[in-house]
Nanobody, 115 residues
């Protein structure tokens, strides 16, 4: 019903920045919110940030003050700007969307923070 495609991952040095993007397609009329999660090797997937149609946002403690989730004039596209990246931010970042019945996931984009 809903397809999500992430992009923008890559290799950056500690202290650097990245901007991830997620595009939603398909039955997107009733999407209530979109979010970013991440999963590091050997660890469980964890919540990063979420944005609602109202514009309200929610952040995990690990990203507060460094990460910003936002849209640029399109409710079907969401971005995650990550500043002051740390090695512990290294993970596959996944886009998530929720409508009134279920959650949807993208394939993920790799973010590696290393010198």
């Amino acid at each position: 019903q809903v397809q999500l495609v992430e992009s923008g991952g890559g290799l950056v040095q500690p202290g650097g920045s990245l901007r991830l993007s997620c595009a939603a397609s398909g039955s997107i009329l009733y999407i209530d919110n979109m979010a970013w999660y991440r999963q590091a090797p050997g660890k469980q997937r964890e919540f990063v940030a979420r944005i609602y149609r109202s514009g309200n946002t929610d952040y995990a403690q690990s990203g507060t003050g460094r990460f910003t989730i936002f849209r640029e004039g399109d409710q079907n596209k969401v971005y995650l700007r990550m500043n002051n990246l740390k090695p512990e931010d290294t993970a596959v970042y996944y886009c998530n969307a929720q409508d009134y019945s279920r959650n949807y996931w993208g394939q993920g984009t790799q973010v590696t923070v290393s010198s």
